[in-house]
């Protein structure tokens, strides 16, 4: 999956610097979380109305002392703050993306970043399912309530039901479950939809 380097901006197909809508009438911060190498910064990057923030640095023989690159060896870059994107949705929603990196040794970040957020999009490898233990529990700790959705690689398992997933993840029988495709925009704006659908339909918002 390609990467930007450190504090950049990139221009993925189609975006461009736009001001916010002026039809916008609810502004939504959403966590875009998962584990080191699951396709955070690829999903924002795909799925942004404006060009996106990544601040990525080159991984190194120091950091791979400490980073398990078990199932993602051939990755050669990091998110070491956060990722950044917007988009805009019917019904004149407009989410703010916020990737968060993925290894323990960034965990001082997580509540700077979760702060104000009203949901989190969690992003699962099917090859590595152990590896977003973590990170499913940082999310239920903040009590922010958040879809799974398998991003899908090419090597990864197909045999597996959606009830042994769900029960391998220990998910509440509410939690939405979804596939996508991190490197394309309408596999990965329906697994935010998804989302979005379970805060309206369980976390109604209060009356203005």
């Given at each position: 999956?390609?990467?930007?380097?450190?504090?950049?901006?990139?221009?993925?197909?189609?975006?461009?610097?736009?001001?916010?809508?002026?039809?916008?009438?609810?502004?939504?911060?959403?966590?875009?979380?998962?584990?080191?190498?699951?396709?955070?910064?690829t999903l924002i990057r795909s799925v942004s109305e404006i060009r996106?923030?990544?601040?990525?640095?080159?991984?190194?023989?120091?950091?791979?002392?400490?980073?398990?690159?078990?199932?993602?060896?051939?990755?050669?870059?990091t998110t070491v703050a956060i990722d950044f994107g917007r988009i805009?949705?019917?019904?004149?929603?407009?989410?703010?993306?916020?990737?968060?990196?993925?290894?323990?040794?960034?965990?001082?970040?997580?509540?700077?970043?979760?702060?104000?957020?009203?949901?989190?999009?969690?992003?699962?490898?099917?090859?590595?399912?152990?590896?977003?233990?973590?990170?499913?529990?940082?999310?239920?700790?903040?009590?922010?309530?958040?879809?799974?959705?398998?991003?899908?690689?090419?090597?990864?398992?197909?045999?597996h039901t959606p009830e042994q997933v769900r029960a391998a993840l220990?998910?509440?029988?509410?939690?939405?479950?979804?596939?996508?495709?991190?490197?394309?925009?309408?596999?990965?704006?329906?697994?935010?939809?998804?989302?979005?659908?379970?805060?309206?339909?369980?976390?109604?918002?209060?009356?203005?």
């Amino acid at each position: 999956m390609a990467s930007a380097t450190s504090s950049t901006v990139d221009d993925p197909p189609g975006a461009t610097d736009v001001h916010l809508p002026d039809t916008a009438q609810d502004l939504v911060k959403i966590l875009v979380t998962g584990p080191f190498g699951v396709g955070k910064t690829t999903l924002i990057r795909s799925v942004s109305e404006i060009r996106p923030l990544h601040t990525e640095e080159q991984l190194t023989e120091a950091s791979a002392q400490v980073d398990d690159l078990a199932g993602v060896r051939d990755k050669s870059t990091t998110t070491v703050a956060i990722d950044f994107g917007r988009i805009s949705l019917p019904g004149d929603v407009v989410l703010y993306l916020f990737g968060t990196p993925g290894q323990e040794r960034f965990r001082s970040l997580w509540d700077d970043i979760a702060h104000g957020a009203l949901g989190a999009l969690v992003l699962v490898d099917a090859r590595r399912i152990d590896a977003s233990f973590d990170v499913l529990g940082l999310v239920e700790e903040t009590g922010l309530p958040y879809a799974v959705a398998f991003n899908t690689f090419p090597d990864a398992p197909r045999h597996h039901t959606p009830e042994q997933v769900r029960a391998a993840l220990d998910l509440e029988p509410t939690t939405p479950m979804v596939t996508c495709d991190a490197r394309e925009a309408d596999s990965s704006i329906e697994a935010l939809l998804a989302l979005v659908q379970h805060l309206i339909d369980h976390h109604p918002p209060e009356p203005r």
